[in-house]
């Protein structure tokens, strides 16, 4: 076995791994990045809408801040989320922005001046400073207070993706491509590295490193439909699961996009709706209205996801071979802007519906979109348990977006994440010392060599691909938008028994070089795992929380669930995950847990909400200068990042009397 050695080693070739590998570059250190796929080609690719940041630029963003973002992320997250990191997240998307232009990313640019744009289903002129003319535009986005989204029309992940990449490129930095991570070398307290199979010939290798980044993305693909790449099956969470160390952090928070198309499940962005498409019923009916009259079709995605499917089980739904569907209408938004700003739209909906979304309206339906839980790690993106494992973007439970994400702040977290995380990865590498045992090193080669034996010589008679279809089946049936115990009990019940079947795995063909069969066998026991800690966590998570909704606990319970759930695998032949709680502290929140502005206020209050508020009170009150939002901030809850990072951000309105939309 070829032992490779390191001072950076990255999992994952998307946006979030790209940066933290960069990162790790520019402070000299020797990097290498694994990828099961060339990095142009990684699920980040696949974003259209945008990314979240507070530039302020557009008259309809005039007066955001990284305090509106940040409120906004909170909210979005139901409180869920470790506001320490909104913070920092927040304070940096701007700067990655910016960074982002340099590197080339053609931001679409404003224009001084009247334009149209369709607010509420209504024609609205707009007028745009002169003195923002040329500056980056932004679109507005579900559950947010100002229009903040970046975008370069709807192929900003494309974009984004592209230019990093070649900024990795032109740095030198080495992508291993069609490598698999399948075993992370650790002592039980020290991460060394992992144990990689090469897709094509079936070399297993050994990558020894001083820190280890995991970025392999979600686990949507455990799934029966999603919008994720056919690569995004939790993999990265479940080498990290499998080291009976590290934790992962609320795997039941699964979001479901509103919009995807019937029936393959491709996204069309929520930029569709952002830029003033509307969502109709069979009888053409503009239904979101009548759920959410304030927000409408802009209310964070996982209320519309439910609101859509209420309707359906109404019977509102289209009818068609594929099960009911509603219409995403755009046509009000004209040829021009959908062939300018909504081109990849257009053409999914051409070749795989055959249909002229200039014209026609499109069937839509809530499908699996975005994985909240991963790998749980520290502020520095550090695994609190494994040190020397590092995660970042969607592999991670960094943990930014608690119980539902909201839109824009995907691509944002890669790379903000990426960029933040990948400092404290080379201070890590550089302080650090690489001691390891070969036998160590040789241990964990022999225990992939030995699986890969067993499934090759052994008798097994299960299937791969059987299992997994299975398990896709039992998640999208009994853990999706709507959850309750029964269908929980049986979720956890059949993927246990799946999991124990996946045990007498055998293959048809037997090649030990390329050999799809192979992969799938070696990868199923892995994501049943995966779907374990969802199903398991969800079913322990007795309320409702962002994108978690129970039916049978339909309150948000802060006063018994504001926590964030912790599962570990205890030992090989365990059918369950062990799972645990971590307190997320209301007295050291910046926005203490209040009405998210969806529905019915049926949350039951932490004890601690009212005395943090009373806290904040007298803080303010005894400050110098209240007016000063920057102090205010720092009273409240101070937080810390790489010195590069903490100068303000610059505005057009700090410098310039311009004036804008006051409200949305």
Request: aromatic letters at 6%; glycine letters at 10%.
């Amino acid at each position: 076995m070829k032992i490779i050695y390191t001072d950076s080693l990255v999992v994952g070739a998307g946006l979030a791994g790209l940066r933290v590998a960069i990162a790790s570059k520019e402070r000299g250190l020797d990097t290498i990045v694994l990828s099961l796929i060339p990095a142009k080609r990684s699920h980040s690719v696949a974003a259209q809408g945008g990314m979240q940041a507070s530039l302020a630029n557009t008259v309809k963003g005039m007066g955001d801040n990284e305090d509106v973002h940040f409120q906004d992320t909170v909210k979005g997250s139901d409180w869920g989320c470790d506001q320490n990191v909104a913070r920092m997240f927040t304070h940096c998307a701007p700067k990655a922005v910016r960074e982002l232009t340099h590197w080339g990313v053609p931001w679409s640019r404003v224009n001084q001046g009247d334009r149209e744009v369709i607010v509420n289903a209504q024609k609205v002129t707009l007028t745009e400073a002169k003195e923002a003319h040329g500056l980056i535009n932004a679109r507005d986005f579900g559950g947010t207070q100002k229009w903040r989204t970046c975008y370069t029309a709807d192929g900003t992940g494309h974009s984004l993706l592209y230019a990093v990449d070649n900024r990795a490129i032109s740095m030198g930095i080495p992508v291993h491509e069609r490598m698999e991570a399948l075993k992370i070398i650790h002592d039980g307290k020290r991460c060394h590295g992992v144990i990689a199979r090469c897709l094509i010939t079936g070399e297993i290798r050994a990558y020894v490193a001083k820190s280890t980044t995991i970025a392999t993305g979600g686990y949507g693909r455990v799934y029966e439909v999603s919008t994720n790449a056919i690569i995004c099956e939790g993999i990265g969470q479940a080498l990290a699961l499998e080291t009976g160390v590290a934790t992962l952090g609320n795997m039941e928070a699964v979001q479901f996009h509103p919009t995807a198309i019937v029936p393959v499940g491709i996204l069309t962005t929520e930029g569709c709706r952002g830029d003033g498409g509307v969502l109709r019923d069979k009888d053409g009916h503009r239904f979101m209205p009548d759920y959410e009259p304030d927000k409408k079709e802009l209310a964070s995605r996982d209320v519309v996801s439910r609101r859509m499917t209420e309707h359906m089980r109404k019977g509102k739904g289209v009818d068609s071979p594929y099960g009911p569907h509603l219409w995403l209408d755009i046509t009000l938004l004209g040829k021009k802007h959908i062939d300018t700003n909504l081109r990849e739209v257009k053409e999914i909906c051409q070749h795989f519906l055959g249909i002229d979304p200039v014209t026609d309206w499109i069937p839509v339906r809530p499908t699996q979109h975005y994985s909240m839980g991963g790998i749980r790690t520290k502020a520095n993106g550090e695994s609190p348990q494994l040190s020397g494992l590092f995660s970042v973007g969607e592999a991670a439970c960094w943990d930014m977006h608690g119980f539902n994400r909201l839109g824009g702040n995907s691509l944002a977290e890669a790379v903000v994440g990426g960029m933040i995380i990948g400092q404290y990865v080379a201070d890590f590498c550089q302080q650090a010392t690489l001691t390891i045992d070969t036998k160590l090193i040789e241990q964990f080669g022999q225990q992939i060599d030995s699986e890969i034996n067993e499934l090759i010589d052994g008798g097994g008679t299960e299937k791969a691909m059987t299992i997994k279809q299975e398990m896709q089946r039992i998640m999208m049936d009994y853990v999706g938008i709507f959850r309750n115990g029964t269908q929980l009990d049986q979720a956890v019940n059949e993927l246990s028994e799946l999991l124990k079947r996946s045990g007498n795995i055998g293959l048809t063909c037997k090649k030990r070089h390329a050999n799809p069969e192979l992969v799938d066998a070696l990868r199923v026991k892995r994501i049943l795992k995966v779907a374990l800690t969802v199903a398991s966590g969800a079913r322990a998570r007795t309320e409702s929380r962002g994108a978690h909704s129970r039916e049978d606990y339909p309150e948000r319970n802060d006063r018994d669930w504001l926590n964030r759930t912790l599962s570990s695998w205890p030992d090989e032949k365990a059918l369950v995950p062990t799972l645990s709680y971590e307190p997320i502290d209301v007295l050291s929140m910046e926005l203490p847990p209040g009405y998210r502005g969806y529905g019915t206020n049926n949350a039951i209050a932490h004890p601690d909400t009212v005395i943090r508020q009373q806290q904040i009170e007298q803080i303010l009150a005894d400050l110098d200068n209240p007016s000063d939002r920057v102090a205010r901030q720092a009273a409240i809850m101070p937080y810390e990042l790489p010195d590069d990072f903490m100068p303000a951000n610059q505005r057009l309105f700090d410098n310039v009397n311009v004036k804008g939309d006051t409200a949305k």
